[in-house]
Every structure is written in structure tokens, then in C-alpha cells.
T-cell receptor, first 111, second 115 residues
């Protein structure tokens, strides 16, 4: 079971780049790394997914080192609306019991 | 499309009662997922369906939990009998494919409180 470890909380300011790192030492070969964003009273929302190296989309970048034992979500130029909980998920949907999101990182953005 | 629709949004019941949560996935999505979120255990995948067929229910906590998907536009998660430790937010999600989580959309959740 791929357990993930993230910081409980982070603070930053508008316009800054925020990097959130997730550790997953026992990631399996078939596991993908996915990051989700969740606002209060809402379901999680997909941000980005990767397997190795670097992935970039219109909202974030995901950096994965060669050993895949960690990953870093990078949010460029954050705004107040990026205040949310961010979850790192490592697993594959071939077995539902492997899918556990963990406690997430509570990101607070200040003006 | 209105997105994934869940009902009820809130449910309060007494221990021992049967609870039924409902979900309408996004039209055209072949996969449907049921998750449970608690402070203690975070967000866990309970079961998922592909084309209305349960594929993996290994995340279901115990026999008191059951899920069905009678057709492509409707699924239920039933707890019978309910217990206080079942109190949680239950999310339903749907996606075009299984592993491609980019297309997985979550519903607003059902907040269940078992007294």
C-alpha cells in the first residue's frame, strides 16, 4: 500500500509560486501520481497526473524524480482562490483498496 | 451537463437504520466510483463500477455496505444497519476511463451523520 506523506499546512502570498512535496517511498511500478484540490463542502477536483519526469498543464506542474519516491506540485503565481486542501494520491485503480488520499496539505494564501 | 448529482446532500439517522445514498453520474461516463471521507482516514475509495458492473469492491469496509448500479445513470450505496462510525461525507465520482483520473469528476457529496 503506497502511503503518502505531505505537510499538514502551508502559507504563502498572492503572486508567489508554491511548491508542495509529497513523499511516497513504497510506490509501485503501476502506480500513477495524481494531485487533487478540494474546497470546503465540495468534492476533490483533479489538478494534474503523472508517472515520471515532468508534467505541465494550464494550472500546475508536477515534478517527479527518477526514483519516483516523491513528487512536487508547483502552483505558479497563486491567488486567494487557491486556498484549499491539496491531496497527493499514489495508486492505480486496479485495486480499490490501494486508493487512499491521505490527510492532504491545507494551503492558505494571504493578500 | 449538470455534473455528478448526489442525493440527499445531508442525512441524519439513528443507529440501526438503513441509509441509502444516491448518485447520477455524468452522461457518457463509463466508470462510477464511491468514496468515503473522514477526518481519521481521509478519502478512501470504496467501490467502482465499469459499464454498470462492479469491478472492485475491496475498499468496502464490511458487509453492512452494499452498492448497486442498475443502469448507466443511477447508482446507490446502502448501509444496513448504520452505525455512528459510518458518519462521514460520501462522494460519488464518474469518469470516462478507469486509470485516467483527469476525467474523473466528483459530486458534491452526501454528509451522513449516524446518531
Amino acid at each position: 500500500l503506497a502511503k503518502t506523506t505531505q505537510p499538514i499546512s502551508m502559507d504563502s502570498y498572492e503572486g508567489q509560486e508554491v511548491n508542495i512535496t509529497c513523499s511516497h517511498n513504497n510506490i509501485a511500478t503501476n502506480d500513477y501520481i495524481t494531485w487533487y484540490q478540494q474546497f470546503p463542502s465540495q468534492g476533490p477536483r483533479f489538478i494534474i497526473q503523472g508517472y515520471k519526469t515532468k508534467v505541465t498543464n494550464e494550472v500546475a506542474s508536477l515534478f517527479i524524480p527518477a526514483d519516483r519516491k516523491s513528487s512536487t506540485l508547483s502552483l505558479p503565481r497563486v491567488s486567494l482562490s487557491d486556498t484549499a486542501v491539496y491531496y497527493c494520491l499514489v495508486g492505480d485503480y486496479s485495486s480499490a483498496s490501494k486508493i487512499i488520499f491521505g490527510s492532504g496539505t491545507r494551503l492558505s494564501i494571504r493578500p | 451537463d449538470a455534473g455528478v448529482i448526489q442525493s440527499p446532500r445531508h442525512e441524519v439517522t439513528e443507529m440501526g437504520q438503513e441509509v441509502t445514498l444516491r448518485c447520477k453520474p455524468i452522461s457518457g461516463h463509463d466508470y462510477l466510483f464511491w468514496y468515503r471521507q473522514t477526518m481519521m482516514r481521509g478519502l478512501e475509495l470504496l467501490i467502482y463500477f465499469n459499464n454498470n458492473v462492479p469491478i472492485d469492491d475491496s475498499g468496502m469496509p464490511e458487509d453492512r455496505f452494499s452498492a448497486k448500479m442498475p443502469n448507466a445513470s443511477f447508482s446507490t450505496l446502502k448501509i444496513q444497519p448504520s452505525e455512528p462510525r459510518d458518519s462521514a461525507v460520501y462522494f460519488c465520482a464518474s469518469s470516462l476511463s478507469g486509470q485516467d483520473q483527469e476525467t474523473q469528476y466528483f459530486g458534491p457529496g452526501t454528509r451522513l451523520l449516524v446518531l
